[in-house]
């Protein structure tokens, strides 16, 4: 097996396994942080996160589309340290559009369908990040990168 293949087997058992990730995105110079549900396609290019449009997440992505995510395994406790496995992933967010969205809907509430109210709101936007790298943190220091061609 190659090394690619054991860094996309680590990376979809974490994903696949995780619902929430903490979003990092950027207004004027100052960071923020906040949780979301999450779901990716299946080559691992996507991911998908729904926000209400009256967040301030959903201003700052308008305003700046590059974002990162933290998926994690955590348990908060001292076995962390070795056992926990991180993924940073680092790409750009655009709103779907109404034909795009209907698209992605299913795979969305595939993975999360107890938020089918909240992500079918008028109020809701689905957001499509498109990946371009993915940083995998595994026994504490271990660290393996992908990174997607343009």
Do not use: W
């Not at 923020?32 to 301030?56: H, K, M, Q």
């Amino acid at each position: 097996m190659s090394e690619t293949d054991k860094f996309m087997g680590k990376l979809r058992k974490l994903i696949n396994s995780t619902q929430l990730a903490v979003l990092a995105t950027e207004h004027s110079g100052e960071p923020y942080a906040s949780l979301v549900a999450f779901a990716v396609t299946e080559n691992l290019r996507e991911i998908l996160f729904a926000t209400s449009t009256a967040t301030r997440k959903f201003s700052y992505l308008k305003i700046n589309n590059r974002i990162a995510l933290l998926v994690d395994n955590r348990s908060n406790s001292i076995e962390d340290f070795q056992n926990a496995t991180a993924v940073t992933v680092l790409g750009t967010a655009s709103v779907l559009e109404e034909d795009e969205r209907r698209r992605y809907l299913k795979l969305y509430l595939g993975k999360l369908p107890h938020l089918s109210g909240f992500v079918e709101s008028p109020t809701c936007a689905l957001i499509l990040v498109k990946v371009s790298s993915y940083y995998l943190v595994d026994h504490f220091q271990n660290v393996m990168e992908f990174h997607f061609q343009s």
